[in-house]
């Protein structure tokens, strides 16, 4: 299975400053597609998880672009350019390049 | 508008059955992969299982945790997966989502419970 090491595991961000998150994989997520199948979520407490970023850097509908996405091969991190209240939660990146699926452990974002 | 809806959760004696679905609407279910994730409580997210569609056999694949007790099959006409979970045990115990191949839509979830 494809090992999703994200760091940190916690971060604590005053309000209108940047924040990032790390997320390194076992093995590349590049498909011999030429697509990278790396994805950034976003649960908030009593919630699913939302999409985010999906392959890599590509922004969901709707996401603000506050949220950007970057990386390739087996490394990616997922940057809030000026976070704010409502980004409170916690982050997962995810593989879909090959099954079982795999989940980082999850970075939980708090606002000093 | 994409929907997904999970129900049959509840409390089940170790070793005992459920049956959730997922109901769907806003998009063409047939042609769409459907996933079960879940989470313990607590916890991180765990893939279950997948079922294709029917242009691609409705083939499953299971993570290992689950895979000779749990399976996942989907009646398109009522656009609806479903997944059907035998043996339970404690460690089961979680939130169960499902969501479509894109991960775009998620359900609310349905919380499944093992504890005698």
């Known amino acids: 299975d494809i090992v999703m090491t994200q760091t940190p595991l916690s971060l604590s961000v005053t309000p209108g400053q940047p924040a990032s998150i790390s997320c390194k994989s076992s093995?590349?997520?590049?498909?011999?597609?030429?697509?990278?199948?790396l994805y950034w979520y976003l649960q908030k407490p009593g919630q699913p998880p939302q999409l985010l970023i999906y392959e890599v850097s590509n922004r969901f509908s709707g996401v603000p672009d506050r949220f950007s996405g970057s990386g390739s091969g087996t490394d990616f991190t997922l940057k809030i350019s000026r976070v704010e209240a409502e980004d409170v939660g916690v982050y997962y990146c995810m593989q879909s390049i090959q099954l079982p699926w795999t989940f980082g452990q999850g970075t939980k974002v708090e606002i000093k | 508008e994409v929907q997904l809806v999970e129900s049959g959760g509840g409390l089940v004696q170790p070793g005992g059955s459920l049956k959730l679905s997922c109901a769907a609407s806003?998009?063409?279910?047939?042609?769409?992969?459907m996933h079960w994730v879940r989470q313990a409580s607590g916890k991180g997210l765990e893939w279950v299982g997948r079922i294709r569609s029917k242009a691609n056999s409705y083939a499953t694949a299971y993570a290992a945790s689950v895979k000779g007790r749990f399976t996942i099959s989907r009646d398109d006409s009522k656009n609806t997966a479903y997944l059907q979970m035998n043996s339970l045990k404690t460690e089961d115990t979680a939130v169960y989502y499902c969501?479509?191949?894109?991960?775009?839509?998620w359900g609310q979830g349905t919380l499944v419970t093992v504890s005698s």
């Open positions: 969501t479509r191949h894109k991960t775009d839509y």
């Open positions: 093995q590349s997520l590049l498909h011999s597609d030429g697509k990278t199948y």
């Open positions: 806003g998009f063409t279910f047939s042609g769409s992969a």
